[in-house]
């Protein structure tokens, strides 16, 4: 059974920092792109940074220089590095990866910014 379990959230005030988890069971992790997505009230959900298995990077123009990902193979763990937050990064925060024929989601944590 493949598990994403999100951790780290909370409430910060702008200019703050937060470092999200994701512990991933049930898959081989080494092998899997990972990706973090945010959803805030009453908008879509978006992409925000994703990690492939060699390491490379890729971010949302509205976190790029603020956020960065990482991965830790030896943990099953991916991370979400957030620094300079703003209001507008208010949202909940989802882990994610493709399995063979499935698409697999944590339960999300919620990262609230107050001005």
């Known amino acids: 059974q493949v598990q994403l379990v999100e951790s780290g959230g909370g409430l910060v005030q702008a200019g703050g920092s937060l470092r999200l988890s994701c512990a991933v069971s049930?898959?081989?992790?080494?092998?899997?792109?990972m990706g973090w997505y945010r959803q805030a009230p009453g908008k879509q959900r978006e992409l925000v940074a994703t990690?492939?298995?060699?390491?490379?990077?890729g971010y949302a123009d509205s976190v790029k220089g603020r956020f960065t990902i990482s991965r830790d193979n030896a943990k099953s763990t991916v991370y979400l590095h957030m620094n300079s937050l703003k209001p507008e990064d208010t949202a909940v925060y989802y882990c994610?990866?493709?399995?063979?024929?499935?698409?697999?989601w944590g339960q999300g944590t919620q990262v609230t910014v107050s001005s």
């Open positions: 994610h990866t493709n399995g063979l024929t499935a698409s697999f």
């Open positions: 049930g898959i081989i992790f080494r092998i899997n792109d």
């Open positions: 990690i492939a298995t060699g390491g490379s990077t």
